[in-house]
Nanobody, 119 residues
Framework: VQLVVSGGGLVQPGGSLRLSCAAS????????MSWYRQAPGKERELVAA????????NYADSMKGRFTISRDNAKNTVYLQMNSLKPEDTAMYYC?????????????WGQGTQVTVSS
């Protein structure tokens, strides 16, 4: 199982970045996908989540209207489009794949990508 995250970097306030998370080793379309982030000294927090088919999306309040999560099940990839970035968006961003069955939950994590918003 692999989740390879890419697209982070340094961006000025007000700028945009697009993160990608390419999955392999499991049936991607069976898993809900999420993006989390963790800033230094803070707990990991949910950024956005998307259902298996992409029809349901949820966002943390501070990201609504600025971030968009999407997925392409044909490419086994989930994306996070981040617009109007603020310095407080600076964090390590991780993607997560999750499937819950009757008997257990399956959780996979990507390696994370650093997003730094600074002038």
């Amino acid at each position: 199982v692999q989740l390879v995250v890419s697209g982070g970097g340094l961006v000025q306030p007000g700028g945009s970045l697009r993160l990608s998370c390419a999955a392999s080793g499991f049936t991607f379309s069976n898993y809900a996908m999420s993006w989390y982030r963790q800033a230094p000294g803070k707990e990991r927090e949910l950024v956005a989540a998307i259902s298996t088919g992409g029809g349901s999306k949820n966002y943390a309040d501070s990201m609504k209207g600025r971030f968009t999560i999407s997925r392409d099940n044909a490419k086994n990839t989930v994306y996070l489009q981040m617009n109007s970035l603020k310095p407080e968006d600076t964090a390590m961003y991780y993607c997560n794949a999750r499937r819950v069955s009757v008997s257990r939950a399956y959780d996979y994590w990507g390696q994370g990508t650093q997003v730094t918003v600074s002038s």
